[in-house]
């Protein structure tokens, strides 16, 4: 299984809900990795777990907290968004977080923020 | 401050063609160099690095090959096929597994 899965493909939320977006794999890697990506831009890294410890972190907004729950699952909470915030959320997972590594995607989570 | 730079937003190039694809960056101390394709609706899905200490690397239809002191990679593929149209994101690493990517190249192969 090669694969990192992502739920919801979709979220509309307003500025005062919470919801969480969740990431899976299968793989073994003990490395997971959240960015996000505006329209026509390149991926930007938000978080790092490295062994299920939180190693990057960067300068993102408290509204966004990741949590690591184990080896295999990533979440990201959401609360008090700001429309500016909508975007596409992936998710990465790579062996073990060092340069080089591959990194495995997923599908990503549309958020809109309104 | 982009520290990785694809100037190209776009290319396109005959099917059977080569097509290659430029990537500049600022920071020397990057000691992996890594390219991703990208589906509309699709996470970046990996292609092909190369270490620092290298000068080139091959994989099937893919070839990197980097120039250090001119801070430029290119990537290869020969011969271009329809299905290779995507946008193209050069990326790099150092110390870890932080990536910082380009601004993508979106290539277009034409039958």
């Known amino acids: 299984d090669t694969e990192v899965t992502q739920t919801p493909k979709h979220l509309v939320m307003g500025m005062t809900n919470k919801k969480s977006l969740k990431c899976e794999q299968h793989?073994?890697?003990?490395?997971m990795y959240w960015y996000k990506q505006k329209a026509k831009k390149p991926p930007e890294l938000m978080f790092v777990?490295?062994?299920?410890?939180?190693?990057i972190n960067e300068s993102v907004p408290s509204r966004f907290s990741p949590e690591c729950p184990n080896s295999s699952l990533l979440n990201l909470h959401l609360h008090a968004l700001q429309p500016e915030d909508s975007a596409l959320y992936l998710c990465?997972?790579?062996?073990?977080?060092?340069?080089?590594?591959?990194?495995?995607f997923g599908p990503g989570t549309r958020l809109t923020v309104l | 401050d982009q520290q990785v730079k694809q100037n190209s937003p776009s290319l396109s190039v005959q099917e059977g063609r080569i097509s290659i694809l430029n990537c500049d960056y600022t920071?020397?101390?990057?000691?992996?160099f890594l390219w991703y394709k990208k589906y509309p609706a699709e996470g970046p899905t990996f292609l092909i690095s190369?270490?620092?200490i290298k000068d080139k690397n091959e994989d099937g239809r893919f070839t990197v090959f980097l120039n250090k002191s001119a801070k430029h990679l290119s990537l290869h593929i020969v011969p271009s096929q329809p299905g290779d149209s995507a946008v193209y994101f050069c990326?790099?690493?150092w110390g870890g597994g932080k990536l910082i990517f380009g601004q993508g190249t979106e290539l277009s192969v034409k039958p």
């Open positions: 990465a997972s790579s062996h073990a977080g060092t340069s080089g590594d591959e990194q495995f």
């Open positions: 793989m073994g890697h003990r490395a």
């Open positions: 777990y490295s062994y299920e410890k939180l190693s």
């Open positions: 920071n020397s101390m990057f000691d992996y």
């Open positions: 190369i270490s620092s």
């Open positions: 990326a790099a690493t």
